[in-house]
């Protein structure tokens, strides 16, 4: 049986956006129609890497062709809303990445237009198919964590926003970027996804000249306190998600390093299942365009961890 090709388009050629891509053109069964970014250095940037893709500086035209079955967004935050709900409106399916956006009510209306249309939709976060989140789930569903008693999440950034970043201005700033939106979203749905639903009891934040440089944060998730701690200071970049249960506890570091807390310590767990990666997720987003099920976040596991990370830029 022949394999349906996704017919796709591209928004947003920054690192991710160019990474994506990279990935999409290694793959069979997707043919990039078109991809945009307003930005010249983007789009010379792809060209040389990339000359067989068509390209443009208007994102508008890449919703607009109707030989496109899906599009990748990887735009700033800002733009998400108003290029997604276009995209669904006009019949397409939409791979998205964090945060799903940033303003609530926009981020509502895209739940409402999803729902509204049937549009596959999905969110590009790492925990969906990582290898050590698949097996901390696996475990704690079978109960071999015992009582969940808690979940810590330590995030330390010598420099923001980090090296590959820069060139991306939003990233530093108040209104679009930070570490809560571009990091602490992945770890409060990864947290959501395997503990339940986020209640703020408390937030605290400080802010540097541009973004955070600090966050505190204490919730709920079905009873489970949940502490966030993430600081801009001098020390090693840390990636810390801990969950602590009464008889295995459970520590996922570095993105993909698993550990397995017991009394006699923690013992590093060598993982047989596949990593999990852009490849594989922009895979599974093309078999969910084709009637498979996806285990990716959708736009209503975004909403839901948006406003966990909103909560602490606006508290009320």
């Not at 062709?65 to 108003?82: M, Q």
């Not at 981020?107 to 097996?135: C, H, I």
């Not at 801009?232 to 801990?242: C, D, R």
Request: proline residues 5%.
């Amino acid at each position: 049986m022949t394999q349906k090709i996704l017919r796709l388009g591209v928004i947003g050629l920054g690192a991710m956006g160019a990474e994506m891509l990279d990935v999409a053109v290694r793959d069979p069964g997707i043919e990039v129609v078109l991809a945009a970014d307003p930005n010249t250095r983007a789009l010379d940037g792809v060209r040389a890497a990339h000359p067989e893709v068509a390209l443009t500086a208007d994102p508008e035209e890449v919703l607009a062709r109707e030989d496109i079955d899906a599009v990748y967004i990887a735009s700033p935050p800002a733009t998400h809303a108003g290029y997604t709900i276009t995209a669904m409106k006009a019949g397409k399916s939409v791979f998205c990445e964090k945060p799903l956006a940033v303003d609530l009510s926009e981020a509502a209306e895209m739940v409402a237009v999803a729902e509204a249309t049937g549009a596959v939709n999905a969110l590009n976060y790492t925990f969906s198919d990582r290898a050590a989140a698949v097996e901390v789930a696996r475990a704690v569903r079978a109960g071999e964590a015992g009582s969940i008693l808690g979940v810590e999440i330590r995030l330390l950034f010598p420099q923001w926003p980090r090296a590959f970043q820069r060139d991306a201005g939003w990233v530093a700033g108040r209104e679009q970027g930070g570490f809560l939106r571009e990091v602490g979203s992945h770890y409060a749905f990864l947290t959501d996804r395997i503990v339940g639903p986020l209640e703020r009891i408390h937030t605290l934040v400080e802010y540097g000249e541009q973004s955070e440089s600090s966050a505190t944060g204490l919730f709920s998730a079905n009873g489970v306190p949940v502490h966030l701690n993430a600081h801009v200071a001098a020390g090693p970049e840390t990636y810390e998600w801990t969950l602590y249960g009464s008889r295995r506890s459970y520590r996922i570091t570095d993105w993909a390093d698993l550990w397995i807390g017991d009394s006699e310590g923690w013992h590093r767990s060598e993982l047989p299942l596949p990593r999990g990666g852009e490849d594989t997720r922009l895979a599974e987003f093309a078999g969910a365009v084709g009637g498979k099920p996806s285990t990716l976040a959708d736009f209503a596991a975004g909403l839901r961890v948006q406003q966990v990370i909103e909560s602490f830029h606006d508290p009320e």
